[in-house]
């Protein structure tokens, strides 16, 4: 990634950080014993890494910003801060005293299904991975955690209230819930899209039909062509 004619342009998110970058890649050259896998084979190496990618996004999502609500009333930290995944809605809305509230109980029951289903689904899919093998659930879990992360921070956002639309050390609660909000849109983009795990999952774990594949054997560099030709 260092080595001349290799450009990495960081892309600015809607949350003020960077975790994705535009690589623009000029005449670069690579060592021979740099290379990974079987030659012009590239795809099949990527596929596993992305992967273990997934399997990751689809266990662990990042939490609050530091100077949010205090870890004990979030949920288990975990490396690096508390999961978004872990936190805790029940004590917010203790908090908040909307606790009472059908609606809100019924939301934040409907998250925890949720987040108990999706770690079932890991442990499924962590075991085919030990024995090595790519598993389409790690498609699942992924997808999965993306909707629980965007359903997880409604339903913060509507036990904080107004507040939620503030940000900053001055409305830590309201930060949070703003912030999770935002960020959830990292899991539906990274390792992936959404839409992406949607054509795996329907394809590979539920044996639809596969989409026509006019390009599988072309470069990409002439997609564009070969499709406008077809």
């Given at each position: 990634?260092?080595?001349?004619?290799?450009?990495v342009?960081p892309?600015?998110?809607?949350?003020?950080?960077?975790?994705?970058n535009?690589?623009?890649?000029?005449?670069?050259?690579?060592?021979?014993?740099?290379?990974?896998?079987?030659?012009?084979?590239g795809?099949?190496?990527?596929?596993t890494?992305?992967?273990?990618?997934?399997?990751?996004?689809?266990?662990?999502?990042?939490?609050?910003?530091?100077?949010?609500?205090?870890?004990?009333?979030?949920?288990?930290?975990?490396?690096?801060?508390?999961?978004?995944?872990?936190?805790?809605?029940?004590?917010?809305?203790?908090?908040?005293?909307?606790?009472?509230?059908p609606?809100?109980?019924?939301?934040?029951?409907?998250?925890?299904?949720?987040?108990?289903?999706?770690?079932?689904?890991?442990?499924?899919?962590?075991?085919?991975?030990?024995?090595?093998?790519?598993?389409?659930?790690?498609?699942?879990?992924?997808?999965?955690?993306?909707?629980?992360?965007?359903?997880?921070?409604?339903?913060?956002?509507?036990?904080?209230?107004?507040?939620?639309?503030l940000?900053g050390?001055?409305?830590?609660?309201?930060?949070?819930?703003?912030?999770?909000?935002?960020?959830?849109?990292?899991?539906?983009?990274?390792?992936?899209?959404?839409?992406i795990q949607?054509?795996i999952?329907g394809?590979?774990?539920?044996?639809?039909?596969?989409?026509?594949?006019?390009?599988?054997?072309?470069?990409?560099?002439?997609?564009?062509?070969?499709?406008?030709?077809?």
């Amino acid at each position: 990634m260092r080595q001349p004619g290799v450009e990495v342009r960081p892309l600015k998110q809607i949350t003020g950080e960077s975790h994705f970058n535009e690589v623009f890649i000029t005449d670069a050259r690579v060592p021979a014993e740099n290379l990974v896998g079987d030659l012009n084979n590239g795809w099949r190496v990527l596929q596993t890494a992305l992967a273990y990618e997934r399997s990751v996004m689809g266990d662990v999502a990042r939490g609050p910003r530091p100077g949010g609500r205090p870890a004990a009333e979030m949920g288990e930290p975990s490396e690096g801060g508390v999961s978004a995944a872990d936190v805790d809605l029940v004590a917010i809305a203790r908090t908040y005293g909307r606790n009472a509230d059908p609606v809100i109980r019924q939301a934040i029951n409907r998250v925890y299904e949720l987040r108990a289903v999706n770690r079932w689904n890991a442990r499924r899919a962590k075991a085919q991975l030990e024995q090595g093998t790519s598993s389409p659930i790690l498609s699942l879990g992924k997808l999965a955690m993306s909707g629980i992360l965007h359903q997880g921070a409604k339903v913060q956002g509507d036990i904080v209230g107004a507040e939620a639309l503030l940000e900053g050390p001055d409305h830590p609660d309201g930060d949070a819930a703003n912030f999770l909000a935002l960020n959830a849109y990292f899991t539906s983009i990274g390792g992936g899209t959404a839409q992406i795990q949607r054509n795996i999952v329907g394809e590979r774990v539920l044996g639809l039909p596969k989409e026509p594949e006019v390009d599988r054997d072309v470069p990409f560099r002439d997609v564009t062509k070969a499709s406008v030709r077809r």
